[in-house]
């Protein structure tokens, strides 16, 4: 009998240990691939090792676990659906013992608690150590800057507490909730982290269908278009010709001290803009034949697709909603994976949600960077300074830890979220789900008909002689007011 028991006590101990592994070796594959990114992105700095430079590699070691986390927060849901249903395929294969319920869980209640960790603690930490400059009168150095940057998080937890206690307060004033209001473990964090993901879940319905009619026109930046009657030589041609007379007229200009600045910086953005059309006719010219009229659309199409079967797919989660109450989402603690399908189609459906909820992910950062209250986030290659940085990072986590959640919502997908993730109190709120649903469905059918009618409005526009009311945007001398087309003063 004990030496069952100590068999039964190594098996739970080399099953703990297998655990952590797996979950290390995930970690460092996503806080490589971020480490990548972010350097990517990052202002390049001088070699020079000083009290800065260690605060800003400090802060991009914090960055990067951030957006580790965020990437783990990604996958989490498409993992869990895939191991799923290889457990229902293979329920007895030795090699797959390692994916089972117990490491699922362990992955949502990680991802939880690093989100929770990041989004409370390392960004504010990050983002005021690289303001901080230490007290007045202290000695200068990192301790001095250390000390400020804790003195700072104090008073915004001081702060955030505040807000929620209030909060809390005067939404639930029954006896129950106020003895709560003096638990901070299991009353005050889980709260905070459903405000947040409320938050998060409304950012998501305003970025994913903007996002969703942005991606259109992103791809076609991105890929070349069909050659239809026209000639791509000809207009090579004229832009050479353009780009000789500029560069005439901009080494003209530079030999005169006399003229103005402003009005050799308005060449040298021509040149530029001359420039760049160039580059993309002779890549247009240079593509072959099945990327100009094989490929754009293909992509084009299944843009639309993905787009039309989303929905589609919330627009059924609607109707579900109003007639069953087991669509709603919930947490579940049963540690039990791969006992049934979640899918109606088995395997194929799985893979559908799995590229649905990656393109709502994509959507959603694409849109994100496409409105104009964040369009300063923006990054920026080998240009991005580390409080921008920051800034992206708490964005995407914010985005990212809310799409198992939106995904679950709008009914993607039926697995059930796991750990912290089913707690959020709003979640059993059957108007809320239900105005959600109705919002990114009415939001997103408006903004793909706004983007495929937006050529027919502009030749109404223009067959009514009303495009003539739009102002120019050409930039204007600051004493004259414009500059003409050919360059030359305007005189008043």
């Known amino acids: 009998m004990e030496e069952d028991d100590v068999t039964i006590r190594e098996q739970n101990f080399h099953s703990q240990v297998r655990e952590y592994i797996i979950c290390f070796l995930l970690f460092a594959v996503l806080y490589i691939v971020s480490y990548c990114i972010i350097t990517r992105y990052k202002r390049k700095s001088d070699d020079h090792e000083d009290e800065d430079a260690v605060v800003n590699r400090i802060s991009l070691y914090l960055c990067t676990f951030t957006l580790a986390v965020s990437g783990g927060a990604v996958f989490l849901l498409p993992f869990s659906i895939i191991s799923n249903e290889i457990l229902l395929s293979f329920p007895r294969n030795y090699y797959i013992q390692w994916l089972n319920g117990s490491l699922i869980h362990g992955l949502w209640n990680l991802v939880s608690l690093f989100s929770n960790l990041c989004l409370f603690v390392l960004m504010p930490f990050a983002y005021f ?26 008073l915004l937890a001081l702060l955030i507490l505040g807000i929620v206690w209030v909060a809390s307060a005067l939404i639930d004033n029954d006896a129950a909730s106020m003895e709560s209001l003096y638990d901070l473990w299991e009353f005050y964090l889980p709260y905070l982290y459903s405000c947040i993901s409320l938050m998060g879940g409304l950012l998501l319905l305003m970025c994913t269908p903007v996002g969703m009619s942005r991606m259109f026109t992103v791809m076609g930046q991105l890929l070349v278009k069909p050659t239809i009657l026209e000639d791509l030589d000809e207009q090579i041609y004229c832009i050479h010709l353009q780009e000789e007379a500029l560069q005439r007229r901009l080494n003209g200009s530079s030999s005169h001290t006399y003229i103005r600045g402003s009005f050799t910086y308005q060449l040298t953005k021509e040149l530029d803009n001359i420039i760049n059309q160039k580059n993309k006719l002779e890549r247009r010219k240079k593509a072959s034949g099945w990327e100009k009229n094989l490929l754009y659309p ?37 540690r039990g994976i791969g006992n049934t399908s979640l899918s109606t189609f088995g395997v194929v459906q799985a893979v559908l949600e ?139």
């Not at 150590?129 to 104090?154: H, N, P, Q, Y």
């Not at 293909?298 to 579900?320: D, E, K, Q, R």
């Not at 750990?419 to 903004?447: E, H, K, M, P």
């Open 129 to 154: 150590f690289l303001e901080s400059e230490g007290f007045a009168g202290s000695k200068k150095g990192i301790k001095a800057r250390i000390l400020e940057t804790f003195v700072m998080l104090f």
């Open 298 to 334: 293909i992509v084009m199409l299944i843009l639309l697709a993905g787009t039309t079967i989303s929905v589609i797919m919330v627009a059924l989660n609607i109707l579900y909603l109003l007639v069953d109450e087991t669509a709603m989402p919930k947490g579940s603690t049963d």
């Open 354 to 492: 799995i590229i649905l909820m990656f393109y709502l992910m994509v959507s959603s950062v694409v849109g994100f960077y496409s409105l104009r209250v964040f369009e300063g986030f923006t990054p920026r290659k080998d240009d991005t300074t580390m409080t921008t940085i920051i800034g992206c990072c708490v964005s995407i986590l914010v985005l990212s830890s809310a799409l198992p959640v939106m995904s679950r919502t709008l009914g993607i997908t039926r697995f059930d979220l796991l750990g912290d993730f089913g707690r959020f109190n709003w979640l059993g709120n059957l108007y809320i789900v239900l105005s959600y649903n109705l919002l990114f469905a009415v939001v997103t059918t408006l903004c793909l008909v706004r983007k495929f009618t937006s050529a027919v409005r502009e030749e109404l526009l223009k067959a009514l002689g009303l495009d003539k009311l739009q102002l120019s945007n050409s930039p204007a001398d600051p004493e004259s007011g414009k500059l003409s087309a050919n360059g030359h003063q305007k005189t008043l």
